[in-house]
């Protein structure tokens, strides 16, 4: 059976009514262009519109039928509708397709649109028109401009993060999950002498290291991968220039749903860290040590010193009890002279220990509430209080960190002095404090006799008396134990006087303190 050749298809004319005219076409073509969600229009060699789609008109806010006839300086403005005609121009010239971006300004602003035209031609070849599918890429724009900036922020974070890196003396590796090098910057690679570039893609074994060395950080490392956990360590090995001795912290890098894909190792030498640590340790332990010693020199001084100093003055009793009324005055004045450079020494003596024990001891700091320190000092001078009748003021005073005994000491001799030195027969002490920066400044005023200006460094110094001894007793050493003490609290005493004006003392202590002899004991003592 043959087959019919005869047979219409079924787009032929004869059957379609849809393609039996010109006009049926040009209605079914401008159907098809109406439904593009790009703009669509056809120009003929004058640039004037034969055809724009309803997305086109909508750009324009106009109906499409209104714009054909029209050009592109009727329907943009003057600097976008010359870019639009020299871009048909070059096609029109050029007789083949080519793309552009073309600005076109609306309602909210620039929009960029990417226009593809090309050239319409006659059942000849020849070129009549040129056709233009634009479609709007202004959010896409948009998105790359975004992209182009967080590229190079990204570049310039990059870049700034390696310089830090490559100029940090601590050591940075990465790994990935077979162990090897990703990254290692410039002390990574000077630990193994190398160049960074040539550690990347190599493992730790692979290094020249002896046997074993880096095994626990090893063992570490696939721990990391296998848990996402964070793992510190350290490692001590020898080397041909000494014993090294590394800390390190493995930090695992996770993807987007939990799994470790690279470790972050952070690795610090701290063989000199620990080097001083040693001897820090040694060394106060060896102050200790010296410090029981001259704690030992101080009471076996004050025994055997003291001791020759009261069989003198014994003597020198018996002696004047045994002769009596047959010492001449002459002879009784040199038994007085001797009796009162025995006591003399003997004063000394005692100053001089006190002064030598001040720190020798590692006593506790502790929280000190001042004003029941200074009622301690006060009730230790309280015969003298009442003998010179003086009038004592104190103010509320803060908690301090310190060694009581020692801060009581200061209270005592500066109170002492206040009562001492006053001549107006009714001596009157103010004590109060003042907030300086992270000091308390306690101060001890009196209505005294005052002091010279340029004796008022000179005061603190060890045996420095400004009064001879018949006018006022003592040694000169009283205010030399009070800077030992408030210096070895972190603070400092300093006064302020005008002669016959009266004095007043000053000194400062740490609020936020611990105590820095107490701290060095708790930093070594063991667990």
């Not at 160049?195 to 020249?208: A, C, P």
């Not at 001040?358 to 301690?376: H, I, R, S, W």
Request: aromatic share 8%; hydrophobic share 35%; with cysteine.
């Amino acid at each position: 059976m043959s087959e019919n050749t005869d047979k219409p298809t079924p787009f032929s004319s004869s059957e379609s009514p849809l393609f039996c005219s010109l006009d049926a076409h040009r209605v079914m073509l401008q159907t098809i262009v109406d439904h593009s969600p790009a703009d669509i229009y056809l120009k003929d060699l004058d640039g004037k519109y034969l055809l724009v789609n309803r997305n086109f008109g909508a750009r324009m806010e106009q109906d499409p039928t209104t714009i054909v006839g029209k050009t592109v300086f009727d329907c943009f403005s003057e600097a976008e509708a010359e870019q639009k005609a020299a871009n048909d121009e070059t096609v029109i010239r050029g007789g083949k397709a080519r793309q552009f971006e073309e600005v076109v300004t609306m309602d909210d602003g620039p929009h960029t649109l990417l226009s593809e035209k090309f050239p319409v031609r006659d059942e000849t070849g020849v070129i009549n028109g040129v056709c233009g599918i634009s479609t709007d890429i202004t959010a896409r724009k948009a998105d790359e401009e975004k992209l182009r900036r967080m590229s190079r922020q990204i570049q310039q974070q990059s870049r700034t993060l390696e310089t830090v890196l490559s100029s940090s003396p601590n050591i940075v590796y990465m790994f990935d999950g077979q162990g090897r090098f990703l990254y290692a910057n410039q002390s990574g690679a000077t630990h193994f002498a190398v160049r960074s570039v040539d550690m990347i893609g190599r493992t730790l074994k692979s290094l020249k290291r002896p046997e074993g060395v880096y095994e626990p950080l090893m063992l570490h490392l696939a721990q990391v991968f296998k848990t996402g956990k964070t793992i510190e360590g350290q490692l001590d090995f020898s080397a041909p220039a000494g014993r090294h001795e590394l800390a390190y912290t493995l930090i695992p890098i996770m993807d987007i749903r939990g799994r470790v894909v690279n470790v972050i190792a952070y690795v610090n030498d701290i063989t000199l860290e620990r080097e001083k640590d040693r001897m820090l340790k040694a060394q106060t332990m060896e102050l200790n040590r010296s410090n029981d010693e001259l704690e030992d020199f101080a009471r076996v001084a004050s025994i055997s010193l003291n001791d020759p100093l009261n069989v003198i003055q014994n003597y020198l009793n018996l002696l004047e009890k045994s002769l009596g009324d047959s010492l001449s005055s002459e002879s009784r004045s040199y038994l007085e002279r001797t009796r009162s450079g025995t006591d003399r020494m003997k004063a000394l003596m005692d100053d001089l220990i006190e002064y030598s024990r001040v720190g020798l001891k590692a006593e506790a700091y502790a929280q000190l509430p001042m004003n029941e320190v200074v009622d301690a000092a006060q009730g230790d001078l309280e015969k003298r209080i009442q003998e010179t009748k003086a009038v004592i003021h104190v103010d509320k005073l803060p908690t301090v960190w310190g060694i009581e005994s020692q801060i009581k000491q200061v209270w005592v001799h500066l109170i002492s002095n206040a009562l001492k030195y006053n001549q107006s027969g009714s001596p009157k002490v103010n004590i109060s404090v003042a907030q300086k920066n992270d000091l308390w400044v306690f101060s001890i005023s009196d209505n005294g006799i005052g002091i010279e200006t340029k004796d008022t460094d000179r005061i603190f110094q060890i045996f420095q008396r400004l009064h001879v001894r018949h006018a006022y007793s003592g040694t000169g050493i009283g205010l030399a134990v009070c800077r030992k003490i408030v210096q070895q609290h972190e603070g400092d005493i300093w006064l302020e006087s005008e002669p016959g004006e009266g004095t007043t003392f000053f000194f400062g202590l740490p609020i936020l303190y611990k105590g820095g002899h107490q701290m060095m004991i708790d930093l070594f003592e063991e667990p």
